[in-house]
């Protein structure tokens, strides 16, 4: 059975900074690219950082410079580090695993407010 629990999610006051993480189980981690997404109150679901099984990245243009996306697969883990969280971030993230089959997350509520 594959899971993805993503947890990091809360509060925080503009500017601030989250780390997001994202065990996955039940799937060979290392051979699947691992995204980011999240969507917000009436938007749809978006990508907003991808890693590729070579560790190659990509970004949503509006998160460059302020998020970073790493894999470790030892630990079968995904992270989103998110620097200079403006109000605009707010939104549920979501954990996704690509090899051909897709996989979710149940998501992570980030709430960037003062």
């Known amino acids: 059975q594959v899971q993805l629990v993503e947890s990091g999610g809360g509060l925080v006051q503009p500017g601030g900074s989250l780390r997001l993480s994202c065990a996955a189980s039940?799937?060979?981690?290392?051979?699947?690219?691992m995204g980011w997404y999240r969507q917000a109150p009436g938007n749809p679901r978006e990508l907003v950082a991808l890693?590729?099984?070579?560790?190659?990245?990509q970004y949503v243009d509006s998160v460059k410079d302020r998020f970073t996306i790493t894999r470790d697969n030892a630990e079968n883990t995904v992270y989103l580090q998110m620097n200079s969280l403006k109000p605009e971030d707010t939104a549920v993230y979501y954990c996704?695993?690509?090899?051909?089959?897709?996989?979710w997350g149940q998501g992570t509520q980030v709430t960037v407010s003062s």
């Open positions: 890693i590729n099984v070579d560790s190659t990245t």
């Open positions: 039940g799937i060979m981690f290392r051979l699947y690219a």
């Open positions: 996704r695993a690509q090899r051909g089959a897709v996989y």
